[in-house]
């Protein structure tokens, strides 16, 4: 069966390190796959984008890798601030469904 | 643009009571999503519709559980009747098909409490 799967349920780091998260997958080809932050009470927002033939991606200080041989992605936060604190979550997307599965979040805490 | 909006943003009530779950997507896109968010199971699938059309049901729990979408501007999700197992904090979602993998914006939640 299709799975998804975060490095970790919780990552500290101090501030101005490089945070970096793992999303890995089994039993799926995506076409895409989404980085999405929620901060608590709040409802996910969408950070990054990447499709399958993307090695990378990026978007001020985070960065995004792809690697479908793998079956692994990256999410890279640089010079962390403790505004960064929040869960991330990754999400898949096939080629023409229209649903995104989504990996169960590793909460960043970010410490001054 | 409001964004996604739900209502009611909390619900409690007692099980065995129907409960109706409420939202209205961002104008102009043709999917919308309902998720389930639950510590034990993360965030979950329940169903979606593209073109008001239910396309995958495949995560709705049980028949306890229906969604419609009457028009493009409106969705709900009901439970009837509610179990203290259907406690969660229940997104709404929409996004816009371009081909280019679909961008979801997410509702601020209804947090239901059954007890």
């Known amino acids: 069966s299709q799975k998804i799967e975060q490095n970790s349920e919780a990552l500290n780091i101090q501030e101005g390190k490089t945070a970096t998260l793992t999303c890995n997958y089994t039993n799926y080809s995506p076409a895409y796959l989404q980085w999405y932050r929620q901060d608590p009470g709040r409802g996910p927002v969408f950070l990054l984008l990447i499709r399958e033939n993307e090695k990378e991606k990026r978007k001020e200080r985070l960065k995004v890798t792809f690697d479908t041989t793998l079956k692994q992605s990256l999410f890279h936060i640089t010079a962390s601030q403790p505004a960064d604190s929040a869960t991330y979550l990754c999400a898949l997307d096939g080629a023409n469904a229209g649903k995104s599965t989504f990996g169960d979040g590793t909460t960043l805490t970010v410490k001054p | 643009d409001a964004g996604v909006i739900q209502s009611p943003r909390h619900e409690v009530t007692e099980m065995g009571q129907e409960v109706t779950l409420r939202c209205k997507p961002i104008s102009g896109h043709d999917y919308l999503f309902w998720y389930r968010q639950t510590m034990m199971r993360g965030l979950e699938l329940l169903i979606y519709f593209n073109n008001n059309v239910p396309i995958d049901d495949s995560g709705m729990p049980e028949d306890r559980f229906s969604a419609k979408m009457p028009n493009a501007s409106f969705s709900t999700l009901k439970i009837q009747p509610s179990e203290p197992r259907d406690s969660a904090v229940y997104f709404c979602?929409?996004?816009?098909?371009?081909?280019?993998?679909?961008?979801?914006?997410f509702g601020e939640g209804s947090w239901l409490t059954v007890v």
């Open positions: 979602a929409s996004s816009l098909s371009r081909g280019n993998g679909n961008t979801i914006y």
